[in-house]
């Protein structure tokens, strides 16, 4: 015993110590414009009030909100990522609101109900007290689709109702004309939130137009399910019910949205030509030329970047779907035309250009691609008149220049190759500029390519 019961305490020790994980947690600071505002985060209230630093908050992302009697939250939900060791900041504006006017209109899972089913005759609702006669609607008159149901009985003088439990009621129970009455309440708050942006709400397994986060206001008396949906990604829990029974009730719904691994990872792919252009999807630049995206399930806008001398291509619109997880999608720009000229001329006097060696390049858009000849000097028309990007490849060597072009002139450009020692260099001079009648008479005795 004397040697049993310490290696016992021993390897609980270690045995704890191993089966011990480090759950990694970060500060938040919460703060409101108007103090005292209760801080709720991830739906749970903390039983602190802003302005408050929160510790030991675990990492990630999390969903804070704050409450506070007669006042209104901007924004009402903020999603905020907090790191190990580090404070993460969830600022509030509150202002008043004297009255949250009714911004939705869905009929409640199951509604308030006042039916006597005993003796055939209908129980008229207690008047309400005075003051709130806007709180009672039309007598709905329906019949019961069953004779199970739920009955509840309004107390005008209390805050709360109170519900009795479903009671069995006899089939052959006299309900043809029990009339039914459903009270609005005042000033009831319904907040969804999720830990992503545009998941789609549906409401007692109906969709909505509205997409997380979104707040639903002046919702009657009744039961409601919400749900999450948006494709790609599971929502967690699948549904919460929420019961509205008084006046100034707040609910927070709150859900995770965790990507579906068992699906492929959509992948938008976007090429640019005739130029290597920015792109830009959902207004985030993610890089020039060909760029794979992997992105989430949903429509996806991808933009593109104004390039000088070119019109650029229209927004597309991309759907990526468990059908069509894999896109790939082309930018194409359309050069800008004028009646501008380039003359591009060898600096060697009395020397031809060796055509198999000369590119051009105009606004990074190939326009002279080694033409199989030998030359005095190539004219480069229909050029849009502006500042433009002229870039000379002649063999292995490259040189840019910027050049003022100008309708109905031509604009002469001279290159040469430079050596020093072992060292070669493209060295490229702007000569003068004149009409295209000058520029032929010019030239007259000249070899020239006409490109375009």
């Known amino acids: 015993m004397r040697v049993m019961i310490p290696l016992l305490l021993i390897g609980a020790a270690a045995l704890w110590i191993l089966s011990y994980q480090h759950i990694a947690t970060g500060y938040l600071r919460v703060t409101s414009s108007v103090r005292g505002a209760e801080i709720y ?16 908050i675990p990492v990630g992302r999390q969903i804070v909100t704050v409450r506070k009697q007669g006042y209104v939250s901007d924004p009402e939900v903020l999603i905020v990522e907090l790191k190990e060791g580090e404070i993460a900041q969830a600022a509030f504006s509150l202002k008043v609101e004297k009255e949250i006017k009714k911004t939705d209109s869905i009929p409640p899972l199951r509604a308030v ?47 709360d109702t109170t519900a009795i439990e479903p009671q069995r009621l006899a089939e052959d129970a006299p309900h043809e004309k029990s009339e039914s009455v459903v009270y609005s309440l005042i000033e009831t708050e319904i ?6 942006e545009g998941g ?31 494709p790609g990604f ?35 792919t976007v090429n640019t ?35 000088p001398g070119y019109v650029s291509p229209v927004p597309i619109t991309v759907e990526l779907s468990t ?23 060898s600096a060697d006097e009395g020397k ?45 060597l490259s040189e840019d220049v910027t050049l003022n072009l100008v309708d109905g002139e031509v604009k002469e450009i001279a290159f040469r190759v430079e050596s020093f020692f072992s060292k070669r260099k493209l060295r490229i001079r702007e000569r003068s500029s004149m009409t295209e009648e000058q520029w032929q008479k010019k030239s007259r005795r000249l070899t020239v390519l006409n490109a375009s």
């Open 41 to 56: 985060v991830a739906g749970v209230q903390t039983g602190y009030a802003t302005d408050t630093t929160l510790a030991e």
């Open 323 to 345: 059908d069509h997880p894999q896109v790939e999608i082309t930018g194409e720009y359309r050069r800008l035309e004028g009646n501008a000229v380039l003359a591009v001329f």
């Open 113 to 159: 109900r006042q039916e006597v089913f005993s003796t055939g005759v209908p129980m008229r609702s207690i008047p309400p007290t005075l003051g709130r006669q806007e709180r009672m609607l039309d007598v709905l008159a329906k019949r019961p689709e069953s004779a199970r149901d739920y009955i509840q009985i309004r107390d005008h003088s209390a805050t």
């Open 352 to 396: 031809n250009i060796n055509g198999k060696k000369l590119r051009v390049f105009i606004d990074n858009e190939l326009v002279l691609d080694y033409p199989q000849e030998s030359f005095d000097a190539v004219l480069l028309k229909k050029i849009a008149a502006g500042n433009r990007l002229i870039r000379i490849q002649f063999d292995d």
């Open 234 to 268: 599971i929502a967690k829990p699948e549904s919460i019910l929420v019961s509205l029974t008084r006046d100034y009730q707040h609910e927070l719904v709150a859900f995770e949205l965790t990507a579906d691994k068992s699906l492929p990872q959509p992948t938008l």
């Open 273 to 307: 030509t005739p130029p290597a252009a920015g792109v830009r999807v959902d207004g985030k630049p993610v890089g020039v030329g060909k760029i794979a995206v992997e992105l989430g399930y949903g429509s996806h806008q991808v933009e593109f970047a104004e390039v």
């Open 200 to 230: 789609e709400i549906l409401v007692n397994g109906k969709a909505t137009p509205r997409a997380a986060p979104y707040t639903f206001r002046g919702l009657d008396r009744g039961v409601y399910v919400f749900s999450l949906v948006r």
């Open 191 to 196: 907040i969804v939130s999720c830990s992503q």
